[in-house]
């Protein structure tokens, strides 16, 4: 039985989509191991068509290639892969090495495909390199040696998955006489080891040094000649490699050493992805930064433990937001607002509360500083509270007996900026507007004396009197004196939510009676503005990435198109297709993955001296990255560029070997 056989292959190319144009019109040939067989013919003859059938990279033909006793006619997609992998060893006139890999990693592509381990995979690949004689270039790229070299790699890569079946396609064609004489002799090597050397030529010369002289002419064998003995098949069953599909790790690690081949230019991309993913990851940082600020500003003004209760006007359980939109609409009618003393005694009943103090809050009033022409008015009179923080007053004390507290921005209208702390001690005239029992309004008007300036900041100018005082100014007045808010302190900052819900659940008389509002509401409020308002910029800055998914997907569109030979080569090595794709999906998460860094690092960088420079306005920092963000954006590097190689990807993986091939 020989070894390989040919049964009346028939193969024809197809133009126009319908005329059909007969190449191999009936090829009968048997091959057995330790042949050196040339393949003469005329151009154009079907040599090359019968070799990449022979080869596992033409599977569209009729007739049978007939492997050692086994079909290989139904064979699956996978199985010619392996079939290429496993016993065919390529060998092409134009040497089809690959530019950005060494020597050494050009024969390496071949053993990764084998259950070899890497050190057993690089003394094979360096004892093949020394058996070429090539010994001292392991290191050298292709474009660093010369015709007769590039050969030898390509021999040594051929070799180096220990193929039962070497294809040559013109082997010497692109070499003069003596680099010819010295690759014949290394096949005419592998040949006498016992393999089946098939080889292509125009040479007459060339076709005498093997064993045997195959001349097609037509489609059809007209000449089949034996010029001497064949070589001995090895009796004994050599030790063979195993071969074993390209693993994910070692398709990564090409697509990293192409990566790093290219650094440069794909440094151009990953500094356009990183741009984006910076600009997201500062807006972000952004919104942090100002969260944690404003939380800061308000717990230092406000007493976290206290709970602020409010009338609910409707009598129904309201949310939180409904609640807050109740107080906002409250002004138009105060009286529904206010707390009867009842109501009050209610409060005081609740498990988790220490203290429960009445206030009042108005929304307009009018501040007269004696002496001074200039009146100012507010539109946030309140009586303090344990609400307040300590340190809530900066100079001076809280407001006692006939006393009142103003803000830094009201004692600087009255005094200006620089004098403005001597308003301590003076007295203002305080006069608003409130309501009577039977609704109707009343002048309220008294004047008391400054003990403390306070500084809401951002947050809105403080003014506040004791809450007896008010009372007896309000009574002195004829207003009525029932409290416009209550201020609940919980017995500890634990339990302020729970303070809360009791104070929505109390129903009196059958209806919801209250509405609570803690710290916690309003940073919450606070802060779900400044994260919308961080994330509409983050989301706008997110745009430059799809610029940057597009980048990804041109480029790699382009490195398809350059390599296409290269995938050519790996198919033919026995890559499968999906080892193909992966070449590219890992090249671009490469670029992804670099991205990310750039990003961070820019984002760490600019974020930091943007600290720097705004940390003397705020005493905060503005931007803060934290490890959550820094996920994100390997997350987004990782889904953007993944996404972005999936098309090329897929083209590569589909391209056809032969045509890669033949691509110039
Ligand atoms: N993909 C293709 N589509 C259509 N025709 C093709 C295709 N590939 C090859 N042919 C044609 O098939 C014929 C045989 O081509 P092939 O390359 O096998 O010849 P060859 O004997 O190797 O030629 P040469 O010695 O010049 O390399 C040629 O006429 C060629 O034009």
């Known amino acids: 039985m020989a070894y390989l056989e040919l049964k009346n292959i028939h ?62 006619r139904d064979f699956t997609e996978k199985q010619m892969d392996a079939y290429r992998r496993e016993t065919i060893g390529f060998i092409f006139q134009s040497f089809n090495l690959i530019s950005h890999l060494t020597v050494l990693d050009n024969v390496l592509v071949s053993l990764d495909m084998t259950t070899l381990t890497r050190a057993e995979k690089e003394q094979r690949a360096k004892d093949l390199l020394e058996q070429v004689g090539l010994k001292e270039h392991i290191k050298k790229h292709p474009n660093q040696l010369s015709g007769g070299q590039k050969q030898r790699v390509a021999i040594a890569r051929a070799l180096a998955s220990d193929p039962e079946i070497i294809i040559a396609d013109e082997p010497t064609g692109a070499l003069d006489s003596k680099n010819t004489d010295e690759i014949l002799e290394i096949m005419e090597g592998i040949a006498r ?37 064949k070589y001995p098949a090895p009796t004994e069953k050599s030790k063979r490699l195993v071969s074993k599909k390209l693993g994910v790790a070692a398709a990564y690690k090409n697509a990293y050493k192409h990566t ?119 539109s946030s009179l309140q009586t303090w509270t344990k609400a307040y923080a300590n340190g809530t007053v900066k100079s001076g004390t809280k407001p006692g007996k006939n006393e009142i507290v103003i803000d830094k921005s009201q004692a600087q209208s009255f005094l200006g900026a620089k004098k403005y702390k001597q308003i301590i001690g003076k007295t203002v005239s305080l006069s608003f507007t409130w309501i009577d029992s039977k609704q109707q309004p009343v002048v309220v008007k008294h004047d008391l004396k400054v003990v403390g300036i306070a500084d809401g900041g951002q947050a809105g100018a403080i003014t506040a009197t004791n809450y007896s005082t008010m009372k007896a100014i309000l009574k002195e007045a004829g207003a009525t004196t029932d409290a416009s808010f209550v201020s609940v302190n919980a017995k500890s900052i634990n339990v302020t939510k729970t303070v809360a819900k009791e104070v929505n659940d109390l129903k009196i008389n059958g209806k919801y009676a209250f509405g609570a509002i803690t710290v916690g509401d309003i940073l919450n409020t606070v802060s779900s503005y400044v994260k919308l308002a961080t994330n509409v910029l983050a989301a706008i800055a997110g745009i430059s990435l799809v610029v940057s998914a597009l980048m990804i997907i041109v480029s790699m569109y382009m490195s398809v198109s350059e390599r296409t030979k290269e995938i050519g080569v790996l198919r033919a090595l026995g890559e499968g297709k999906r080892d193909i794709s992966r070449l590219f999906t890992g090249e671009s998460v490469l670029i992804g993955l670099f991205s990310a860094v750039l990003a961070l690092v820019l984002a760490f960088g600019i974020g930091g001296l943007a600290n720097k420079a705004l940390y003397g306005l705020a005493k905060a920092n503005m931007v803060i990255i934290t490890p959550g963000n820094v996920g994100f954006a390997f997350v987004i590097a990782i889904v953007i560029s993944f996404l972005a190689a999936l098309l090329p990807a897929r083209r590569a993986a589909k391209l056809d070997p032969i045509e890669s091939l033949a691509s110039e």
């Open 11 to 72: 193969k024809s190319y197809t133009l126009n989509k319908t005329e059909k144009f007969p190449v191999l019109k009936g090829i009968d040939l048997k091959f057995d191991k330790g042949e050196f067989v040339s393949i003469l013919g005329e151009s154009g003859g079907g040599k090359s068509t019968l070799m990449n059938i022979i080869g596992g990279l033409d599977h569209d033909y009729d007739g049978d290639v007939i492997l050692d006793g086994v079909s290989t």
């Open 193 to 229: 080891s016992g393999k089946l050397v098939i080889a292509v030529t125009h040479s007459e010369e060339v076709a005498h040094f093997g064993t045997r002289i195959v001349h097609m002419s037509d489609g059809v064998i007209d000449h089949d000649q034996a010029n001497r003995e």
């Open 260 to 378: 790093m081949y290219y650094f440069w230019r794909n440094f151009l991309i990953m500094l356009g992805t990183g741009i984006g993913i910076f600009a997201v990851l500062l807006f972000s940082g952004l919104g942090n930064g100002i969260s944690a600020f404003i939380n800061q500003q308000i717990n230092s003004l406000v007493n976290p433990s206290s709970v602020t209760v409010m009338k609910n006007t409707s009598g129904k359980q309201m949310s939180q937001a409904e609640f807050t939109s109740s107080i906002r609409q409250s002004s138009a009618n105060p009286a529904a607002m206010l707390i009867k003393p009842s109501e009050l005694a209610k409060l005081k009943t609740l498990k988790n509360v220490s203290a429960v103090q009445p206030g009042y809050q108005f929304s307009q009033y009018t501040l007269t500083l004696t002496g001074n022409a200039q009146p100012i008015t507010g």
